[in-house]
């Protein structure tokens, strides 16, 4: 167990609909990072939060937002939806703002968008 | 921005040594990671360089080289469990810090 939290695990949905995915970090851990992971293929980078604040955006589409709340846990909101969405969304968390040599990555959300 | 490139897949046999390449371009390097994942399930740390040299880790080494902009992994004494994606991951330095991963490398281990 990483001690990273994502609930739902699993979520079937409509075209055009909205989702929310939530994240609860490792105690103490100030960063969550927000990772897609589509069939068979490598983990791409969406957005990472340190400590309330967006720190970084990688490939993330603007009909996705996330945001980190004042007890760090993290929701990823997804609008829109399209059959393309379909994936593994994972987050990870990692210690304060100094080094980051280890993420821990919770189960994922496996979205299914029909 | 950072991109890295790794095999897309590698094949030994059990008790072989296999290593995975990992190159990679960024702006702003602080360390080089590398990741396990088993099929649907979530990654899971193996090993972290920041400086050059090798780190070794029970049947795992790490490898990095700043100046090459290269690191690998290296398994030794292959077994079937080891069957698995193998990511590399770069931390990018400054206050915007991002940990991007490599399309992975999906090592399968025969008997």
């Known amino acids: 167990d990483s001690g990273v939290t994502q609930t739902p695990k699993h979520l079937i949905t409509a075209t055009g609909q909205r989702v929310t995915l939530r994240c609860s970090p490792r105690?103490?851990?100030?960063?969550v990072y927000w990772y897609q992971q589509s069939l068979d293929q490598g983990l791409q980078f969406l957005i990472h939060?340190?400590?309330?604040?967006?720190?970084a955006k990688g490939n993330i589409l603007e009909r996705f937002s996330a945001q980190q709340f004042p007890d760090l846990h993290s929701e990823l909101n997804l609008s829109s939806l399209e059959l393309g969405d379909s994936a593994l969304y994972f987050c990870?968390?990692?210690?304060?703002?100094?080094?980051?040599?280890?993420?821990?990555f919770g189960q994922g959300t496996r979205l299914t968008v029909v | 921005g950072q991109s890295l490139e790794q095999p897309s897949e590698v094949t030994a046999v059990e008790g072989a040594i296999v290593q995975i390449n990992c190159t990679y371009q960024?702006?702003?390097?602080?360390?080089l990671s590398w990741y396990q994942q088993h099929d649907g399930g979530a990654p899971t740390f193996l090993s972290y360089n920041a400086l050059d040299g090798l780190e070794e880790t029970g049947r795992f080494s790490s490898f990095l080289s700043r100046s090459d902009s290269y690191g690998y992994l290296l398994l030794q004494e292959l077994q079937m469990k080891d069957s698995a994606s193998y990511f590399c991951?770069?931390?990018?330095?400054?206050?915007?810090?991002?940990?991007?991963f490599g399309s992975g490398t999906q090592l399968t281990v025969l008997p």
């Open positions: 990870a968390s990692s210690g304060g703002g100094g080094t980051l040599t280890e993420a821990f």
């Open positions: 105690s103490g851990d100030l960063s």
């Open positions: 960024t702006s702003g390097f602080y360390g």
């Open positions: 939060y340190y400590n309330g604040e967006e720190r």
């Open positions: 991951a770069v931390l990018s330095s400054g206050s915007a810090r991002q940990l991007t």
